[in-house]
């Protein structure tokens, strides 16, 4: 049945993989280049000196997890298409399938919630989650800041977590065309009204909310964990917010030096003491 409404809409499966994989990919390249354009022009943060020199090594860091991304992608794709033939997760429930859809899309978020809150409380994760903490500056390169050790946990813990919620490939694509433009949304650098944004962070992470996770200290990064949706943050009891972050110091305490910039710096800094 589900299938049948995906070729509906879209054509032969393979068909559709092919445009959700398009559409996401389009979304994610678009949406970084609107916003680092914006925010060159009306930036929250005074205007860096450096911009291009900021992107250039947060766009080295995301070339360097190419290598594992889409292998993992493929793998994740094979994996997810046998495990659903043997547990159906919330496709065996008797509900719409629009319903079971978004029921999948809500715990597929859940799990990102999680999983970015685990990087903040078990050391071990930290070590290489702190490098996209340990940028000095915050822009929608911040959001392909991560180290490749973090992105291999990532992409191998989702694995068995989305072949128990039932996900399939297509479900995946949808939920990265979806989350991935509020994730550089989120970390840019884009001045938007105050009204708008306390709007907007009724149901998705906010520029100004997630600026907070980006504060040298630790009791305000460990705050604000969601990527898709805020309503995690406000139920687990991590949402926090300040009057004002306009001074506000980003990254990390003795972390954030220009010599620790550079990438060969980054990559080795989780291995050090």
């Not at 994989?21 to 949406?31: D, E, I, M, N, Y």
């Not at 708008?196 to 200290?217: K, N």
Request: proline share 5%.
């Amino acid at each position: 049945m589900r299938q049948a409404v995906w070729c509906t809409l879209f054509g032969s499966k393979n068909a559709t993989m092919e445009k959700l994989h398009l559409l996401s990919f389009a979304t994610t390249l678009g949406g970084g280049v609107l916003l680092w354009l914006i925010e060159g022009v009306v930036p929250f943060f005074s205007a860096q000196a450096d911009r291009g020199r900021h992107a250039a090594l947060n766009l080295s860091l995301a070339a360097v997890n190419l290598a594992i991304l889409l292998p993992g992608s493929l793998l994740m794709a094979v994996f997810l298409e046998y495990s659903v033939r043997l547990w159906p997760g919330i496709r065996g429930f008797e509900l719409p399938i629009v319903a079971q859809t978004l029921l999948i899309l809500l715990l597929i978020d859940l799990w990102m919630y999680l999983w970015h809150r685990l990087n903040h409380t078990v050391d071990f994760f930290w070590r290489f989650h702190s490098v996209h903490h340990s940028d000095p500056a915050l822009d929608v390169t911040s959001s392909w800041r991560f180290h490749s050790v973090e992105i291999f946990f990532s992409e191998s813990l989702k694995l068995p977590v989305f072949a128990l919620i039932g996900a399939d490939i297509g479900d995946v694509l949808l939920y990265s065309m979806l989350m991935t433009p509020v994730i550089e949304f989120h970390h840019s650098n884009v001045s938007i009204p105050e009204a708008l944004d306390r709007a907007l962070r009724a149901v998705i992470p906010t520029p100004f909310m997630h600026r907070i996770h980006h504060s040298v200290l630790r009791s305000e990064h460990d705050s604000n964990y969601g990527s898709m949706l805020s309503v995690w943050d406000r139920l687990f009891g991590s949402y926090r917010m300040k009057t004002s972050i306009r001074n506000m110091p980003l990254g990390l305490e003795n972390e954030s030096a220009p010599d620790q910039q550079r990438l060969r710096a980054l990559l080795l800094r989780p291995f050090r003491n």
